[in-house]
């Protein structure tokens, strides 16, 4: 059963890191019901959220149900929507779960790592504790018996999926009762998550989640009472768990992106009925990423991706070509200026627009051809593009 | 000529404090246009903030153009967009403005400028330099003249409007070479606003913008150096100032709202003209705060207001009965419990409903009624209720 419907002749496909393609089904029904809520003479956007009950009380606590359902998020965790997106939880990471210590391990896969690193760098030392090496000329992290975490870090830090590098953890690395935080923004809802390996996750919306504008973190709750003194409002988890009647209302949500993201949601659960799982959504991200890797390796060179393939990102999908001086590129560091395209970049780009695939371009920063496969993304896209 | 036009039949009128009505041109053109944004083939919630000259920094750009325009604010002032709403703006200004020093002024005129201080005093020492007070039975602010500024202070802090006591600065106050900041977020675009007064103003959106889910944020340039190290980046005034080649650029910035409150700005402008001024939106919002005012001030006493008339709130009037205890309840204090509606405001409440009219509840802490007038309400629905 496929969890997104096929795209309308008129919609163009946009392969790009995001903000991503919504399902065609839920950007129908966000623009069927924008003008009037339910038959309410209302907008959504027009509502109150201190309506105890109300029409935006509900919508968040669905969107919040829906996330438990589908990454089956045991009770012992909040689920909870905040403003700033990534870079703020970068900055809530450390100021919500540092308690006494001064100190934080980073697991560095690419930009995201390090730019989540910079930011806790504000409020603490940080140390890269592993990092992507090379083995035969592809990028993997090395396994976590081998990542020197130190006893004096208060959390380990890793990036999901680095959309730069396009190296993605499959699985749900597990460090014991060492407290793991992960960056999911580009990858969650691409499959199931362990969610208890996890001390906390969050993820912006933006990609699979829905519209940008909110960012989602489930935290467990045990570890609610650890914030800073100096934490912002708007960045304190255990502000945003413990609001009634529902949680997330310290101030005014972004209520469009909450409501947008819970159509996502929904959908997702629908095509599943209540009994399915993310393992559906898994198959279908890895046959559509297996289509475009299989180019890429049997291009005898022509692409080049440099991930080893227990660490390929499924979602989003970096190459160069083998036949200029791109591919010397590294995948990692920090983003300064715009990279200019190669013709054989530039060529294919042209190329690719002209069949109705657009945002193709790498980031602006390091260049490249970056593919990028989230979920709204229709089958049929995938397809033309192979 | 009216900046907004009247409502479609089927609408409700929605009188609460927030998120507001949105004009009816507005919500249409949105419905209209988020399916596919100018024929392009994608919805605006699915393009990218990094294409240059793109629509989504087209939007942005437009947005910003029209607040300058509007507020008429001068060159050596930056207007940039963050997430995080108002609550989000009162770690930011100290975070921002501190500098060296480590204490800051508040103006107290209700439950809103005492949130903005208490988050402020995570992060500085903060005075209440002024407070409203009882001249005959009625609130008012004292004179700046009275103020008891501290040199010691970084900056002093208003509330322009509180939207809980329904105290609002008519006039924006003289304060000489020190720096003072303002909350705007419930009077913004109701009247035209003195900005070289302030070092900073800030507006969250869910009232005259747009819908809830960005904040704007209007600064002097020369101040942009002060930030704390520790300043989270989405709050970071002049990172998200600096940012090329549109501000607001640090992340993903929350577009649909940036969108929507561009659309409720072009409408505005449009209204007028690029010659016209916020002057002919003060006439109408005072002609409308006037006709609720004259028959709570004509009722004998059934509604009392207690606000002086120089600092009657033009958005957010608010009124308890003169025959139950609910006139008893204070404006100002601390958000804790939903208070007990008395009989006569649930018979109020109830009426209203039944014609039409919605949202006229008080603080859910603080009781009584509100009438708030935003500029989405359409003149019909006052002259109704009135």
């Given at each position: 059963?496929?969890?997104?419907?096929?795209?309308?002749?008129?919609?163009?496909?946009?392969?790009?890191?995001?903000?991503?393609?919504?399902?065609d089904?839920?950007?129908?029904?966000i623009?069927?019901?924008?003008?009037d809520?339910?038959?309410l003479?209302?907008?959504i956007l027009?509502?109150?959220?201190?309506?105890?009950?109300?029409?935006?009380?509900q919508?968040?606590?669905?969107?919040?149900?829906?996330?438990?359902?589908?990454?089956?998020?045991?009770?012992?965790y909040?689920?909870?929507?905040?403003?700033?997106?990534?870079?703020?939880?970068f900055a809530?990471?450390?100021?919500?779960?540092l308690?006494?210590?001064t100190q934080?391990?980073y697991?560095?896969?690419?930009?995201?790592?390090?730019?989540?690193m910079?930011?806790?760098?504000?409020?603490?030392?940080t140390r890269?504790?592993?990092?992507?090496?090379?083995?035969?000329g592809?990028a993997?992290?090395?396994?976590?018996?081998?990542?020197?975490?130190?006893?004096?870090?208060?959390?380990?830090?890793i990036?999901?999926?680095?959309?730069?590098?396009?190296?993605e953890?499959?699985e749900d690395?597990?460090?014991?009762?060492?407290l793991l935080?992960a960056?999911?923004?580009?990858?969650?809802?691409?499959?199931?998550?362990?969610?208890?390996?996890?001390?906390?996750?969050?993820?912006s919306?933006?990609?699979n989640?829905?519209?940008?504008g909110?960012?989602?973190?489930?935290?467990?709750?045990?570890?609610?009472?650890?914030?800073?003194?100096?934490?912002?409002?708007?960045l304190?988890?255990?502000a945003?768990?413990?609001?009634s009647p529902?949680?997330?209302?310290?101030?005014?949500?972004?209520?469009?992106a909450i409501?947008a993201?819970?159509?996502?949601?929904?959908g997702?659960?629908?095509?599943?009925g209540d009994?399915?799982?993310?393992?559906?959504?898994?198959?279908?991200v890895?046959?559509?990423a297996?289509?475009?890797?299989?180019?890429?390796?049997?291009?005898?060179?022509?692409y080049?991706?440099?991930?080893s393939s227990?660490y390929?990102?499924?979602?989003?999908?970096?190459?160069t070509?083998?036949?200029?001086?791109?591919?010397?590129?590294?995948?990692?560091?920090?983003?300064?200026a715009?990279v200019?395209?190669?013709?054989?970049?530039?060529?294919?780009m042209?190329?690719?627009?002209?069949?109705?695939?657009?945002?193709?371009?790498?980031?602006?920063?390091?260049?490249?051809?970056?593919?990028c496969?989230?979920?709204?993304l229709p089958?049929?896209a995938?397809d033309?593009a192979?």
């Amino acid at each position: 059963m496929a969890p997104v419907e096929e795209a309308k002749s008129s919609r163009r496909f946009n392969f790009s890191a995001g903000p991503a393609m919504l399902p065609d089904l839920v950007l129908d029904k966000i623009v069927e019901e924008l003008g009037d809520y339910e038959g309410l003479g209302m907008s959504i956007l027009e509502m109150g959220h201190r309506d105890a009950g109300g029409p935006v009380q509900q919508v968040l606590q669905e969107a919040t149900d829906c996330v438990r359902h589908l990454l089956r998020v045991p009770a012992n965790y909040a689920v909870i929507w905040q403003q700033g997106g990534a870079h703020g939880q970068f900055a809530a990471v450390p100021l919500n779960l540092l308690g006494d210590k001064t100190q934080a391990d980073y697991v560095d896969t690419g930009v995201w790592s390090k730019r989540a690193m910079n930011e806790a760098g504000k409020f603490c030392t940080t140390r890269i504790c592993a990092e992507v090496r090379e083995r035969q000329g592809k990028a993997e992290v090395p396994p976590v018996s081998e990542w020197d975490l130190s006893d004096k870090s208060a959390y380990v830090h890793i990036c999901a999926n680095d959309t730069i590098s396009g190296v993605e953890f499959l699985e749900d690395p597990d460090v014991g009762d060492r407290l793991l935080v992960a960056d999911f923004t580009s990858t969650l809802l691409s499959r199931p998550v362990n969610i208890s390996r996890y001390a906390a996750l969050y993820c912006s919306s933006g990609k699979n989640l829905g519209p940008a504008g909110v960012c989602l973190v489930i935290v467990r709750r045990d570890l609610l009472d650890m914030a800073l003194p100096r934490t912002p409002m708007i960045l304190h988890w255990k502000a945003s768990a413990d609001t009634s009647p529902v949680a997330s209302l310290v101030n005014t949500p972004p209520v469009f992106a909450i409501y947008a993201c819970g159509h996502v949601l929904k959908g997702l659960r629908r095509s599943f009925g209540d009994c399915g799982t993310l393992d559906t959504v898994r198959q279908r991200v890895t046959r559509r990423a297996d289509d475009v890797y299989k180019i890429i390796d049997e291009s005898e060179g022509f692409y080049i991706n440099k991930v080893s393939s227990s660490y390929r990102s499924q979602t989003t999908i970096c190459f160069t070509f083998g036949r200029d001086a791109a591919n010397q590129r590294e995948w990692a560091g920090s983003i300064t200026a715009k990279v200019k395209l190669t013709e054989l970049e530039e060529a294919f780009m042209k190329e690719a627009k002209e069949r109705g695939m657009n945002g193709l371009e790498g980031h602006p920063a390091f260049g490249g051809i970056r593919i990028c496969l989230y979920n709204g993304l229709p089958d049929k896209a995938v397809d033309e593009a192979c």
